[in-house]
């Protein structure tokens, strides 16, 4: 069984902690070396308690969705002799309560839109094809329960 990590810091430094009133700033590290800012979304904890610029575990969860399907959906297009010059994707994701009542992320929709070029090109319905089979092939979109769309964007130019 494969495993994956990331290392998460987070030092309290001179803040009291006790008066809930302490940054959420943190630091997440990957097994690659690269550290990326981590913070709670300032829509959950205001500012200045949260740090907008860095990635919260909602945007995290959200890109992770986005980066399983594109590293499947690029596997796909080469096994099938399609060149992918771009592929760009503005993946949102909705958070509200659930069944229970309790805040969870409840739907994710991937918005990818792909260039393609050569002579050998894809039809609108083989690219849809390659999508659904990305989204059934990503691991990390068959692992969570909330519900994961994808909605392709098929531009006239360069499909």
């Given at each position: 069984m494969a495993q994956y990590t990331a290392d998460l810091v987070w030092l309290r430094g001179e803040q009291p902690f006790l008066?809930?009133?302490?940054?959420?700033?943190?630091?997440?590290?990957?097994?690659?070396?690269?550290?990326?800012?981590?913070s709670s979304s300032p829509q959950v904890v205001p500012l200045p308690f949260s740090d907008a610029a860095?990635?919260?575990?909602?945007?995290?969860?959200?890109?992770?969705?986005?980066?399983?399907?594109?590293?499947?959906?690029?596997?796909?297009?080469?096994?099938?002799?399609?060149?992918?010059?771009?592929?760009?994707?503005?993946?949102?994701g909705e958070m509200g309560r659930d069944a229970e009542g309790r805040f969870a992320m409840l739907r994710v929709t991937l918005r990818p839109a792909v260039q393609f070029s050569g002579e050998h090109l894809?039809?609108?319905?083989?690219?849809?094809?390659?999508?659904?089979?990305?989204?059934?092939e990503c691991f990390i979109a068959r692992s969570v329960k909330s519900e994961v769309r994808c909605e392709p964007v098929l531009r006239e130019t360069g499909r």
């Open positions: 008066d809930k009133r302490y940054s959420r700033r943190h630091v997440l590290r990957f097994d690659g070396g690269i550290e990326v800012p981590g860095a990635v919260d575990p909602e945007e995290a969860f959200v890109a992770s969705l986005s980066s399983c399907h594109l590293l499947w959906f690029l596997s796909i297009a080469a096994r099938r002799g399609f060149r992918v010059d771009r592929y760009e994707d503005a993946a949102v894809p039809t609108p319905e083989e690219i849809d094809e390659m999508h659904h089979e990305a989204h059934d």
